[in-house]
């Protein structure tokens, strides 16, 4: 039978093309955003941030985007090279200092860049 | 940004046994935090280890199992008590508001 949460959302693109992975969260008083990118055997990196008082940030290649009202966060990137393909995450924080930063990950999505 | 080390970074070991994960960072932190990462899931927070205090523990997770430590400002130790097989598991830290991760615990119980 089939094993819960064993299966990863896939993105698969074609080197060059944009993408765009979406995340949907869970609890409307989060106030703090954070993608990340894990590489096969590694820990998950840092790629870019967001509070919830903005709706758009913009990075190197990335740009997040904030829906509060559907409670969706998405993030783009731009000219997809083959290095990007990882699993990517989201993750919600209730706000800011303290306990406050206790986060809350969301599935993940596997990205696979086709050279 | 941080620059977190993590010892050991895998080991297989036996059921019934402990083993003790070590955290590093390079510069001083307040709160560190440990996290689980079952096989091809997502990531589950245990505890939240501030030093000169007890560790702070997330539902479905207790000190028993999960024995923390946080001596000074720079390490931490986190202890899987009595393994089974289902704590088969990477175990991560991080630290940082934006929480930096390290590389991770590749934990495999036999």
């Known amino acids: 039978g089939e094993s819960v949460g064993l299966h990863l959302p896939t993105l698969s693109v074609q080197e060059g093309d944009n993408s765009i992975i979406n995340c949907a969260y869970s609890n409307s008083a989060s106030d703090y955003f954070i993608w990340y990118k894990q590489e096969s055997g590694k820990g998950p990196q840092f790629i870019i941030d967001i509070r919830s008082n903005m709706d758009k940030r913009q990075g190197q290649r990335v740009t997040v985007l904030l829906n509060k009202t559907v409670k969706h966060l998405s993030l783009q990137i731009a000219a997809t090279q083959p290095g990007d393909s990882a699993v990517y995450f989201c993750a919600e924080a209730p706000g800011s200092g303290g306990s406050n930063y206790k986060l809350t990950f969301g599935k993940g999505t596997l990205l696979t860049v086709n050279p | 940004s941080a620059v977190i080390s993590q010892k050991p970074s895998r080991d297989i070991c036996q059921r019934g046994t402990s083993l003790t994960i070590q955290c590093q960072v390079d510069s001083q932190v307040t709160m560190m935090f440990w996290y689980r990462q079952q096989p091809g899931q997502s990531l589950t927070l245990i505890a939240t280890?501030?030093?000169?205090?007890?560790?702070?523990?997330e539902s479905g997770f207790v000190i028993d199992k999960f024995p923390i430590s946080r001596p000074n400002l720079t390490f931490s130790t986190l202890t899987v008590s009595n393994m089974s097989p289902e704590d088969s598991s990477i175990y991560l830290c991080?630290?940082?508001?934006?929480?930096?991760f390290g590389p991770g615990t590749r934990l495999l119980v036999l």
């Open positions: 991080s630290v940082g508001g934006t929480q930096y």
């Open positions: 280890a501030n030093q000169g205090s007890e560790a702070t523990y």
